[in-house]
């Protein structure tokens, strides 16, 4: 897919405005990045504000409150090029638009882009992305730190894809877990989504889930499952379970959302039969590929993978420069 060349407004960083926790949605879009920019970034469930954050962070580390010296030493302040980037190998790509977030906090001058893909579409190993045309000390300031973010994405989007492939036709979902990197789990998270995945919770604030440890302190599976209940009565509560005597427990108690830890496919048959249809089940712990669809045919909603988010290689994606047409 092919979009026309965008014109992106100037962007320098939104300086004591970036996450200034505007209320409205126009202060919200306005912050630092082109609005139309902020607007995809919103449609797609990201807060541009925290991305904007984000792409602001990664290149200061990049220049470490100096220049980018080789690029100063060897490009003339006027040159303007362009810059595809381009898929190395194939997979998913996900984290297009934070990466023009990343080129639009660089930018002292107007930019344009011209999107070839969307997050989420499948890519050929030397398929153009998407080509950016500004100043070329920008482009070349703005290339790692732009690559390290969509690098990291849409390798998160194409192992998630690889599980989604697999369970596809049965009713099992494959889902992410909190073992994210601090500070990216907004933007890891979507990669999932981009996969074909599903969220787990994006915080310890918007639903609980009961684990072991809750369960030594609260005296008991059942007991720690009350207790959230008595205390956040609105909120989704999943419980954490080891054996089919806490299962029952829990399910008898009205949980949710029930974690089988470490089940074999054996026992989660047995789970799935016990429940009867009143709680979610999602197997967890040591899951691999190559048992995803035997886990999924014993009918569990879904499958935690941690690994999606701690342990995805990266998809190898360059960018390539040529001169402005």
């Known amino acids: 897919m ?4 965008l014109p992106l407004a100037q962007s320098g960083g939104c300086g004591d405005g970036c996450a200034c926790g505007a209320e409205d949605d126009a202060e919200y879009l306005e912050c630092g990045l082109d609005p139309a920019l902020a607007q995809l970034l ?3 469930g990201l807060d541009p504000v925290e991305v904007e954050d984000i792409a602001n962070v990664a290149i200061q580390e990049d220049l470490d409150n100096g220049v980018d010296v080789t690029t100063v030493a060897t490009i003339p302040e006027e040159a303007v090029a362009t810059a595809d980037f381009v898929a190395r190998e194939g997979g998913v790509v996900a984290g297009l638009r934070i990466a ?3 080129v639009s906090v660089v930018c002292t001058d107007e930019f344009e882009v011209e999107r070839h893909v969307e997050d989420g579409d499948r890519v050929e190993a030397g398929q ?20 390290n973010l969509l690098c990291r994405m849409s390798g998160i989007a194409t ?6 492939d697999v369970l596809d036709g049965t009713k099992t979902r494959v889902r992410d877990t909190r073992k994210t990197t601090p500070g990216l789990r907004a933007l890891e998270k979507f990669a999932v989504r981009c996969g074909g995945g599903v969220n787990h919770r ?4 918007d639903a609980a889930l009961v684990k072991d440890n809750h369960v030594v302190a609260a005296g ?3 007991e720690a499952f009350q207790a959230v209940r008595d205390t956040f009565p609105d909120v989704p509560i999943e419980v954490e379970v080891d054996t089919l005597h806490q299962l029952r427990e829990v399910v008898d108690a009205g949980a949710d959302l029930i974690l089988l830890d470490n089940f074999t496919p054996g026992e989660c048959e047995e789970a ?3 429940v009867d249809g009143r709680a979610l089940l999602e197997a967890s712990g040591r899951l691999t590929l190559d048992d995803a669809k035997v886990y999924a045919d014993t009918g569990v909603d879904f499958l935690a993978v941690g690994a999606l988010t701690h342990s995805s290689p990266i998809l190898d994606i360059g960018l390539d420069l040529r001169a402005a047409q």
């Open 159 to 164: 192992a998630t894809r690889a599980w989604a």
């Open 202 to 205: 994006m915080s310890l604030s």
């Open 128 to 147: 153009k992305l998407l080509s950016v045309t500004t100043r070329t000390r920008d482009l070349l300031t703005a290339e790692r730190s732009a690559l």
């Open 2 to 5: 092919s979009t026309p060349d």
């Open 220 to 222: 008991g599976v059942a």
């Open 42 to 44: 919103s449609d797609a």
């Open 100 to 102: 023009e977030a990343v």
């Open 272 to 274: 799935v039969a016990v």
